[in-house]
Structure formats: C-alpha cells, structure tokens
C-alpha cells in the first residue's frame, strides 16, 4: 500500500503524525486502541499538489476497510485529523461513518480543514509550514453512549493544576466523546468512575501508570468505555498549567521514573517570578481553566449590575454564565470573573485579560450562592470556598525541593 | 432603524454600560441628539441612568424587550432575515479565530508583526462578510466602520487597541458579535 499503514505498525510522526504515532505506542505496550489504520501525510501532500485523492485510494482504502477484524468494512468508523504539529479544535473529526464512499468523503473533509482559514491564520503565526500537512486516522468506532455502561473522558496521569500524583480529569457517562472534548456536555469528576465501574477504573489507572512510565513524563489520554470495555484514543505528554510543573518533576522522581537531575532539569528554577497562586489545602468549590492569572478574593455577584451594587460595600467575583457586553460594567466593578462556558480564548478571557483581572473560564460547578466569599486563581483554575491569601511559586514547596536537590548537590540519586 | 430612539436603544443594547458620547459615537449621531434620545428612552422606563465610577446608560428589562420587538421588526420589513443569517454565518467561521488572534496578542505567543498583519487579513475579510448588510441595515457598515479604526491605530502603532482596551477591535468585535445575536434573536453560548 502506498498511502495507508495499519495502525499498530506505527512509523515517523511526521508520516504518520502525533495522533497515530501515539496510538502505535498504545497498542505496542498492550494497552485497548480500536482497530485502524492511518493515512500518511504523503497523500495529503499528494491531495494539495494535485487538487484529487489519488485514483490508487479508493481501492487501498476498501482493502484496509475490508481488514478491520470484526468490521469487515461494514462496521462504523471514526476519520479524524493527525497533524504532526497539535493544532487544538482547528482540523475536522468525522465520527460514525459507514460505507466505503462516505470514508472517503470523510478523508477528503478532513483533508480540506488543514486549509480553513483559522488552520492557515494559526500555522502563519506559529511558524508551522503549510506543506506539513495532516495524516488522517481511521478507527473502528467504538461508542461512549451505547449503554448504560459506556461513557467517555479525558484523564490524566497527575492532577494538571496543582501536580498532585493523583489521576484527574472529566467523565461523560453516556455519552460520546465529542461532548467531553468540546465541552458541551455534562461532565462528572473522573473519580466517579471508580464507584459506576471498578473494572474499567482499575483498568484506566494501570494504563495511565504504563503510559507515564513509558513517556517518563505527565501523560493525559482520551478514553471511551462501550458496554464496560475500556479503549484509548488518543495519548498526549504533558498539556498541564505551569503551576504544576514542580510538583509533578518531583512526583516523578519519588516515583523512580526521573533521577533527581532530571527532574531538576525539568523545571525552570530561575523563571520569572509569576502571579499568586493559591496554596494547597483550600476547600475547593469547583474548577475551570485558568485564562487570566492572579489571585482575586470577594463576594460572588450573579449579575453585572449587583457587581457593581456589591462593589460599593467590598470586592466583588462576577460569576456568570457566559460574558455579553452587557456584563462589562460589572467585569470593570469585579476583582475578578468566573465563567461556566467557554474556553481560555474566549471573549470573557480576552476582556478580564484587558482589564487586568483574574479569571478563571469554564468552571464545571454551577452552585456558587449569591453573596458567598470566594477565591479565584486566574492561573489554575480553582475557584476556592472563603477569602484565602496566595503563595509566591518561590513559596512552592515542590520548587523548594527542587531547588535543594539543585544547590546542594543531592541530585545525583 | 428609521427613528432615533429606537437606533440608540439597539445601540446601548449591543455596547452595554456606556456614556452617552460612546453610544452617539455608535449610532453615528452627535451627542446632543444621542443625549435626547437617551432621556426620552429613561422617561419610557427603557433605559436608566446609573451614577458612580462604574455607571452610565443601561438597558432596563422593558427596554430589551422593546428593542427585540423593534429589530424583529424591521427585519421583516426589509426582508433582510436571509442575509443576516447568511453574514452571521460568516461571522461565527470568522469568531474563532478572532479570538485566537486576541490571546496570542495577549499572551505574545507569537511576534507581534505577524499577528498584527494576522489582524489585518482576518478584518479583509471580515470587511466582505459585512458589505452585503451596508446598503440595507447601516448599522453593520459603522460596526465595520469602527473595527477599521481600531485596526487603524494598531497598524500606527497603537497596539492596545487589538484586544487591550475598552474600545480595542475586540470589544467593537465583541459588540457586533451581540448586534448578531439580538438582531437574529439568538442566545449566546
């Protein structure tokens, strides 16, 4: 075959791109990946040459279909983007697709994201070449919302804000995949799996222990379970704040998977000095992303205009759904903000980045009361119950650790 | 919008909290005729004035709902549901990567030439999602009219108004972004 390679043979990310590359990694250290296959970056390259999918494909694409164990071609199957630079949300996924043709319909979608505007406006800014070019992996689909026993998430080996050597992420129960990445869905704390299904629990933590043993490094995967079977998707390094940074190179030396010099080296010791942050131990209403950083304290205020109300009396967290103009005035009265949609490029983000302000987007828990003091880290995320004072990441414990084992020569383990 | 009034309650609707020479400025009117219009709206309970550092004109509840029933309205009248939905369209492809713009500017994840000349592109086109609205609904040729001039300056220098200040690209972005939505009588998400 000139332009397909099964999945499990795995080859150069720049052939085969990240998506694929990881997932040969995945099925080589025996963990569940769905049966597929990838087509190259050659035959996209080949694609914006000559303006046609190569007249060779159809018929390598049937064959490779036709080789699904299980499927024999006729199953649904997942096409989705695998540039060799992650270039998040910009290329198009095509799930549930069924036939030969409509494959390759899917493919040729997949393809033509690569030179969506935004993907172009993004590659020019961030120096990757346009002729990179994207692989397209094809999997058999596997379903997060069959049944009561399917759902999908996204995990990761340690806590990705504060680096705890504890599993963190979201899960979906029922549900597809996209609802979690997208995050338009219901998303529940990953823990909650252990108590809806132990086995596939079990199963995901011994994963992310071998994945992160392999990279010797964070790993986050995305996960689906279809009918209490669990299988990866996708596994990614690292994607965690800065602020948890020291902690998870000190976590990974405890744990043998780094020497104490390697750990060292993991870890800017002598970076800028960045915003408070919260210290550990605070009871933790809920969490988003981080969009703008600093640490603000105050009374929540639902609307804009009791923003400005409270704002007389104290300091005031404008906490709203999602940001219109209308709530500017209340963002400009408020120390900070916290959202429950959109992401760090949101307009919400943008606005509180202007004015200076902390802001934490995205927050999974709605039940902030009106009027209730809370504190919000603009660089992890957490949204904290009371008025809590921050620590200087100089004050990180990790980071002191690090530093000790860097000055006094205890690096060499 | 053929009257004055309805024009500046469409307009504090889509900018939010603001002075009444950021609302004129937005209708394209002088601020005597903008200030008028805002007290005869306050007089019909539409809109209220609010003192203190963070005041100014705001929409009241009756306001919005009259606003919405004004714009539904003229709409219809001009037949123009087709072609804004189609520029909205258009738009919403265009608001990722706006936004994208604005945090790689703010957290200079990129050089700054690039981005601004990135800016520059993205508002050409932008530019001809808008112009089929221009000859029927004016009000989106001063939107563009407005993110032009903030461009303007950035390109001259004056990088804030990217997405650093109140009255940056973003935020005129940000209020056509709402002009849409109300004007389409849809919800944000």
């Known amino acids: 075959m000139r332009w397909i390679r099964p999945l499990a043979a795995g080859g150069h990310p720049a052939v085969v791109g990240a998506k694929a590359h990881g997932l040969s990694v995945l099925a080589r250290l025996g963990l569940p990946v769905p049966p597929g296959f990838v087509l190259t970056t050659d035959l996209h390259r080949a694609v914006r040459a000559t303006g046609r999918l190569p007249r060779s494909l159809p018929g390598e694409l049937a064959t490779a279909l036709d080789a699904l164990p299980g499927r024999a071609g006729t199953g649904p199957v997942a096409v989705r983007s695998g540039a060799v630079v992650s270039m998040p949300g910009m290329l198009a996924t095509v799930l549930d697709v069924r036939g030969a043709d409509a494959v390759l319909g899917a493919i040729a979608h997949v393809l033509a994201s690569w030179d969506a505007p935004r993907a172009r406006t993004y590659r020019r800014l961030h120096d990757v070449p346009d002729d990179a070019g994207t692989a397209v992996v094809v999997q058999a689909m596997v379903a997060g919302d069959r049944d009561e026993r399917s759902a999908s998430g996204v995990a990761f080996s340690r806590d990705p804000v504060t680096g705890a050597p504890v599993p963190y992420g979201e899960v979906a129960f029922r549900a597809p995949g996209v609802a979690v990445v997208s995050g338009t869905g219901t998303t529940r704390p990953l823990t909650e799996l252990a108590t809806r299904n132990a086995a596939a629990w079990a199963e995901l933590l011994a994963a992310l222990r071998l994945v992160e043993r392999h990279h010797r490094d964070v790993c986050h995967v995305e996960f689906t379970i279809e009918s209490g079977r669990l299988w990866l998707l996708q596994v990614r390094r690292g994607g965690v704040a800065a602020s948890a940074a020291a902690r998870i190179a000190v976590g990974l030396a405890e744990d043998g998977i780094l020497s104490r010099t390697e750990a060292v080296g993991r870890v800017d010791l002598a970076g800028p000095a960045v915003a408070l942050r919260l210290g550990a131990g605070v009871p933790v209403l809920t969490r988003g992303t981080g969009a703008a950083p600093g640490l603000a304290a105050g009374r929540a205020a639902l609307t804009a205009d009791d923003a400005v109300r409270l704002a007389g009396h104290g300091p005031v967290i404008l906490v709203r759904p999602t940001t219109s103009p209308a709530d500017l005035h209340g963002l400009a009265a408020a120390s900070g903000v916290v959202t429950f949609r959109g992401g760090p490029t949101s307009h919400a983000a943008v606005v509180a980045r202007a004015m200076g302000k902390p802001a934490v987007v995205g927050a999974t828990e709605t039940t902030v009361r009106e009027g209730a003091e809370i504190t919000i880290d603009g660089t992890t995320g957490i949204v904290a119950a009371g008025v809590h004072c921050g620590v200087t990441p100089g004050d990180d414990p990790a980071l002191k650790l690090l530093r000790q084992w860097s000055t006094y020569g205890l690096a060499e383990n | ?189």
């Open chain 2, 1 to 189: 919008m053929v009257r004055t009034s309805e024009s500046v309650l469409h307009a504090l609707r889509c900018v939010g909290a603001a002075g009444t020479d950021t609302i004129a400025e937005a209708v394209g009117t002088s601020p005597a005729e903008a200030g008028s219009a805002l007290i005869d709206l306050a007089v019909d309970g539409l809109v209220t004035f609010e003192r203190g550092p963070f005041g100014g004109w705001r929409i009241t509840a009756p306001g919005q709902a009259a606003d919405d029933r004004a714009v539904a309205r003229e709409l219809d009248t001009l037949g123009a549901r087709d072609l804004v939905t189609t520029a909205y369209q258009g738009f919403l492809e265009l608001n990722p990567e706006l936004l994208d713009l604005c945090t790689a500017w703010q957290l200079r994840t990129a050089e700054p030439d690039r981005i601004v000349a990135a800016f520059t592109d993205l508002h050409g086109r932008c530019a001809v999602c808008l112009g089929p609205l221009a000859p029927v609904l004016p009000r989106f040729e001063r939107h563009r009219g407005g993110l032009e001039h903030a461009l303007s300056r950035a390109r001259a220098g004056e990088t804030g108004y990217l997405a650093d200040r109140l009255d940056s690209y973003h935020t005129r972005w940000f209020r056509l972004h709402e002009d849409f939505l109300v004007t389409l009588g849809r919800p944000r998400h």
